[in-house]
């Protein structure tokens, strides 16, 4: 899947993180931009609409605002979190902010291939390393460790990817933004 602009195609996914003791199963809905690699995350102990609703209204949907650029198209599976009749949450957010939902085919995780490896990203240099260090007793603690591990991933961390070359995802961004400005 390619994209032109920052904002123009998200690629979403939910991640089975873990059972964490005393917490229970936990979940990663992430959200990554397949202009720049720009990513987001929202840790949640289900895999309900609502939770993947929550990563877009609070974190994606105003990172995107601060830029003044539209979100255009969400990437899912057919997940049940993302998927459903017309009065499903997921659905429903997405017509209500003018997004457009497009679907993989069933069992081709490939096609959402930019989240797909933002998942073994985050698994080996985020989760594999911090659940070996630290006992989270909440899901809140392991969200903070996950938003510092983030702030690194898009702002600090190269990625040699052909879209970044070499770049930080932030940098992919802003120069497109700046060239638009």
Same mark, same amino acid.
């Given at each position: 899947m390619e994209s032109g602009t920052p904002g123009e195609l998200l690629s979403a996914d939910t991640f089975f993180v873990g059972t964490l003791k005393g917490i229970g199963k936990v979940y990663l809905h !992430? #959200?990554?931009?397949?202009?720049?690699?720009? !990513?987001?995350?929202? /840790?949640?102990?289900? @895999?309900? $609409? %609502?939770?993947? #609703?929550?990563?877009l209204h609070n974190d994606v949907l105003p990172f995107y605002? +601060?830029?003044?650029? $539209? #979100?255009? !198209?969400?990437? =899912?599976?057919?997940?049940? %979190?993302?998927?459903? +009749? %017309? @009065?499903?949450?997921?659905? /429903?957010? /997405?017509? /209500?902010?003018?997004? %457009?939902? &497009? &679907?993989? @085919?069933?069992? +081709? $995780? @490939? =096609?959402?291939?930019f989240v797909e490896r933002f998942n073994g990203t985050v698994l080996e240099e985020f989760f594999r390393v911090k659940m070996r260090e630290t006992f989270y007793e909440t899901v809140e603690a392991l969200q903070a460790d996950l938003d510092a591990w983030l702030v690194h991933y898009n702002t600090e961390r190269p990625h040699l990817g052909y879209r970044n070359m070499g770049r930080r995802p932030i940098e992919t961004v802003m120069s497109f933004v700046s060239q638009e400005g």
């Amino acid at each position: 899947m390619e994209s032109g602009t920052p904002g123009e195609l998200l690629s979403a996914d939910t991640f089975f993180v873990g059972t964490l003791k005393g917490i229970g199963k936990v979940y990663l809905h !992430a #959200v990554v931009d397949t202009f720049g690699s720009y !990513a987001f995350g929202f /840790l949640h102990v289900s @895999k309900q $609409p %609502e939770a993947a #609703v929550a990563v877009l209204h609070n974190d994606v949907l105003p990172f995107y605002r +601060t830029l003044d650029l $539209p #979100v255009k !198209a969400v990437l =899912t599976d057919n997940g049940r %979190e993302f998927c459903g +009749t %017309e @009065k499903h949450p997921y659905e /429903l957010y /997405l017509d /209500l902010n003018a997004i %457009e939902h &497009r &679907r993989t @085919k069933v069992r +081709t $995780p @490939k =096609t959402n291939g930019f989240v797909e490896r933002f998942n073994g990203t985050v698994l080996e240099e985020f989760f594999r390393v911090k659940m070996r260090e630290t006992f989270y007793e909440t899901v809140e603690a392991l969200q903070a460790d996950l938003d510092a591990w983030l702030v690194h991933y898009n702002t600090e961390r190269p990625h040699l990817g052909y879209r970044n070359m070499g770049r930080r995802p932030i940098e992919t961004v802003m120069s497109f933004v700046s060239q638009e400005g």
